[in-house]
């Protein structure tokens, strides 16, 4: 899998999310009304975009969080028809070994939810080749790329929620402690983007931020998983996640985005980790292993967010399909604008559910 301005509008979009938020503090359900219509059109722009295994997976989570279970039943069967020989869903070209995996425990919802055989038959078969047969390290490790021993930080969204998500925990937190081995600087609290086993070097060697950011969404969903009797698990994944918050938003542009490469300005200007870093912060301080204290920092990028999603639903300067190398849009730029905003909405109700 490849991965690869914000205009002065987000000034004023801070302040109207700040008036929707008090308004919905108090009882009012102006949010929630204006969340499902940007759901919409996110999901509606989503829908027309030629959708790889990784992004029909991404989308049928978003659309799994934001309580749309018919969509997620419809990408579901969509995913099985493209299943590939080795147990591999939504595989329209050549698919990466891990990729499927991101949409696995939307899957397993779907299938749950209808009672189909085939459905559960598909799902089981994509959790039996990454749990057995995926190509991985001598240490278990999976790798992200079938021609290459790489590791990618794209990775920690892929395999780890789905294990974590059908109950097998041990192996959720094992690979993300080989991804993290390789791929993270404890200096600068970010994530490398792709390491080479083979070579022993960094295939590249950047901090990329969407990299990041799949990495602090994926470890939300995992923490979200463990069962509360696995305490010190919890405690050590939080801890990791809230290092690479810090070590992203030290390098935040002042109007709430990011360069694609965190640590080099001359990059382009990009707008999907703000979304992503959103999330991670929406669903973990509502999950409470993380604080509120960083609420301000997800308000603020989802305010620089929602200003480049445009009249048609389009979230524009994400970095763009196919090769995630320029300005664009995106499948996972709409997925996860609509999971931040659900993740939002969601931490709003149990805010003032708890005042």
């Not at 789905?162 to 791929?183: N, P, S």
């Not at 609420?295 to 639903?313: E, F, H, Q, S, T």
């Amino acid at each position: 899998m490849q991965r690869r301005r914000f205009l002065a509008g987000a000034a004023a979009a801070a302040p109207a999310l700040m008036a929707a938020r008090t308004a919905m503090a108090g009882g009012g359900p102006l949010l929630a009304a204006e969340v499902k219509q940007r759901i919409e059109r996110a999901k509606a722009a989503a829908m027309a975009l030629e959708r790889r295994d990784w992004e029909q997976g991404v989308l049928a989570q978003a659309l799994y969080e934001a309580d749309d279970m018919q969509s997620v039943v419809q990408l579901t069967v969509g995913a099985v028809v493209q299943k590939a020989a080795d147990g591999r869903l939504a595989v329209v070209i050549e698919g990466g070994p891990t990729d499927p995996a991101m949409g696995g425990e939307a899957y397993w919802a779907a299938a749950r939810e209808t009672g189909d055989a085939e459905l559960k038959s598909g799902v089981e078969g994509l959790l039996d080749w990454i749990l057995h047969r995926a190509p991985r390290a001598s240490d278990g490790t999976l790798y992200h790329v079938f021609k290459e021993p790489e590791v990618w930080s794209d990775g920690f969204y892929g395999a780890p929620p789905f294990l974590a998500a059908l109950g097998h925990y041990d192996e959720a937190l094992k690979q993300i402690d080989g991804f993290k081995q390789r791929l993270w600087d404890p200096q600068r609290k970010l994530l490398h983007h792709m390491w080479h086993d083979g070579k022993q070097r960094f295939t590249r060697e950047a901090f990329w931020g969407v990299g990041n950011g799949w990495a602090a969404a994926g470890l939300a969903r995992v923490i979200r998983s463990l069962p509360a009797g696995r305490k010190a698990d919890r405690e050590r994944l939080a801890s990791f996640q809230r290092e690479l918050i810090d070590g992203c938003l030290a390098l935040q542009r002042s109007d709430g985005l990011f360069h694609d490469v965190l640590d080099k300005p001359e990059t382009f200007v990009e707008t999907n980790l703000a979304q992503m870093l959103s999330y991670a912060i929406y669903t973990s301080a509502g999950g409470g292993w993380l604080g509120n204290r960083y609420i301000a920092a997800a308000d603020k990028m989802r305010a620089a967010a929602r200003a480049k999603c445009d009249r048609w639903g389009f979230v524009r300067g994400v970095c763009g399909a196919p090769n995630f190398d320029h300005p664009g849009v995106a499948t996972e730029g709409q997925a996860f604008h609509i999971l931040m905003e659900a993740a939002a909405e969601k931490y709003g109700q149990g805010h003032h559910a708890g005042a």
